[in-house]
């Protein structure tokens, strides 16, 4: 099973950007992004329930980003609007077969399977 991560770059604060997850399996429940920024630790962003399409973000985040699910591409979706320099980070989708009604994954080591990362810069 491999998860591709694709889609960041160097925006300016304000600007959208829109991250993609690709998938090899459909056997996934449930996928998530993290970020991680230049010395700090890995954060929760979003998760989706890919059978409910249940979502659950970070307070940080909440009202700028979207996590959705693109089921004909088997791909994870990351809608950024109205980025902010604190956005600045590798991005990262993680995926895992089980999806338990009402369960918020938001830690990394529910996710059994990772894509490789991929950057986003906000500058001001």
């Known amino acids: 099973v491999q998860l591709q991560a694709s889609g960041g770059g160097s925006v300016q604060a304000g600007d959208s950007l829109r991250l993609s997850c690709a998938a090899s399996s459909r056997s996934f429940g449930t996928a998530g992004w993290f970020r991680q920024a230049p010395g700090k630790e890995r954060e929760f962003v979003a998760t989706?329930?890919?059978?409910?399409?249940?979502?659950f973000y970070a307070d940080s985040v909440k009202g700028r980003l979207t996590i959705s699910r693109d089921n004909a591409k088997n791909t994870v979706i990351l809608q950024m609007h109205n980025l902010m320099p604190e956005d600045t980070a590798i991005y990262y989708c993680g995926a895992r077969t089980g999806a338990a009604f009402g369960a918020h994954y938001v830690l990394g080591r529910h996710y059994e399977f990772w894509g490789q990362g991929t950057l986003v810069t906000v500058s001001s």
């Open positions: 989706i329930n890919l059978r409910t399409q249940v979502t």
